[in-house]
């Protein structure tokens, strides 16, 4: 049984048709084609199926998707241009093989905006859920030093 749930889309109003057992991953790519969050351990260990719900970072693949009714819901894809946290990710060269990074990029804004300025202790302790199986971790601590420096510049 399917039923419609509205919502905020990368700040677009959306309506989609779910059933109770989906969770917000497969609603995001099967009805919007938005594969940035994506699916890897299943058991939200990981964060590279991270997506922010009203500013909070959740595991989209837990997430049951018909508790997003009437929420905003903000993934990688969000603007046509890269915001200061992805123009780090690139500067720093964040990534390798870019399967975890949208996590690690919307974990970073959901950090930074509690903590505009944080510290490497910080900083490992609050990316501490998203696994990297590249390694890259040395420059992602890099990237969100810089998008830290970035935002408080504008």
């Given at each position: 049984m399917r039923r419609?749930?509205?919502?905020?889309?990368?700040?677009e109003a959306v309506s989609a048709q779910?059933?109770?057992?989906?969770?917000?991953v497969e609603v995001?790519?099967?009805?919007f084609g938005l594969y940035?969050?994506?699916?890897?351990?299943?058991?939200?260990?990981?964060?590279?199926?991270?997506?922010?719900?009203n500013g909070r970072a959740?595991?989209?693949?837990?997430?049951?998707?018909?508790?997003?009714?009437?929420?905003?819901?903000?993934t990688v894809e969000n603007g046509s241009e890269l915001d200061a946290v992805q123009q780090a990710f690139v500067e720093a060269g964040a990534f390798q093989c870019g399967f975890c990074t949208p996590g690690f990029v919307l974990m970073t804004r959901q950090l930074l905006d509690e903590h505009p300025d944080p510290d490497e202790d910080a900083i490992k302790h609050y990316l501490s859920g998203n696994?990297?199986?590249?390694?890259?971790?040395?420059?992602?601590?890099?990237?969100v030093k810089l998008a830290a420096k970035k935002r408080r510049r504008s």
């Open positions: 419609e749930i509205r919502f905020r889309l990368n700040g779910v059933a109770p057992h989906e969770n917000l995001l790519q099967e009805n940035g969050a994506r699916e890897s351990c299943g058991q939200g260990l990981c964060g590279c199926c991270t997506v922010l719900v959740v595991s989209g693949c837990l997430y049951l998707a018909s508790l997003i009714e009437g929420a905003e819901v903000l696994l990297c199986r590249c390694a890259a971790y040395p420059e992602i601590i890099e990237a």
